[in-house]
């Protein structure tokens, strides 16, 4: 009788284990599956930054913003100024 108990005992015990770690089996398979759509949100969002960042260092778009915002204008053989060295400034630098 008392091998009967003890043996109930156990399965019991084995059941209630079973149960427990098919439980924490499959939270941590959910775990895992968030963090993998997680990463590939975070990925698909990092080659959009990194395609937006293309298209803002595009030339064209750096020569439009120069001549918009900073009033620059492009260099031509026409607006070049030359500078010369006076002789008198000339002894004068280190």
């Given at each position: 009788m008392r091998l009967n108990l003890l043996?109930?005992?156990?399965?019991?015990?084995?059941?209630?284990?079973l149960v427990h770690v098919q439980y924490?089996?499959?939270?941590?398979?959910?775990?895992?599956?968030?963090?993998?759509?997680?990463?590939?949100?975070?990925e698909v969002e990092h080659e959009r930054l990194q395609a937006e960042?293309?298209?803002?260092?595009?030339?064209?778009?750096?020569?439009r913003l120069a001549k918009e915002k900073m009033q620059?204008?492009?260099?031509?053989?026409?607006?070049?100024?030359y500078v010369t060295l006076a002789p008198a400034a000339a002894g004068s630098a280190p």
């Open positions: 043996l109930m005992v156990a399965v019991l015990a084995h059941a209630l284990y924490e089996s499959r939270r941590l398979y959910v775990a895992l599956e968030r963090a993998g759509a997680q990463a590939r949100k975070l960042k293309r298209a803002q260092a595009t030339p064209l778009r750096i020569e620059m204008r492009t260099v031509t053989p026409a607006i070049t100024q």
